[in-house]
């Protein structure tokens, strides 16, 4: 199954919406990303770790970052694709990327 971001933006609004502040989600956010920066300390050995299988676990943690991003996108009424279509292109020109994302998915249809 494929998920887009605006599929998940609209499911996230109907979830949140009317009840979720953008401060309480950004708080989520700040959360999920130190659970990240402690599996990525233990996969570098900074940190002992009892959990055998640290990449299921880092893939929980970064859909759960995931999750919280695109809910304050959604809260906002930010079409997230449309925004990160318009980054890439600004950074494909400043960097000079051969292709920017746009073209990118363009080639993959």
Known sequence: MQITIYALQSYLLGHYCGWA???SLFMKLVEEI???AEILN???GRKS???SDLQD?????LA???HYIVAIAAINNIDLTHTIIEKDRK???KYHH???LEQFLSNRE
Request: charged residues 30%; hydrophobic residues 40%.
């Open 91 to 93: 950074a494909s020109v």
């Open 98 to 100: 051969a292709m920017n």
């Open 57 to 61: 676990e880092l893939g929980t943690e």
């Open 42 to 44: 233990k996969r570098a």
């Open 34 to 36: 130190g659970e990240v």
């Open 21 to 23: 502040n953008e401060q």
């Open 64 to 66: 759960d970052m995931l």
């Open 49 to 51: 770790s009892d959990v």
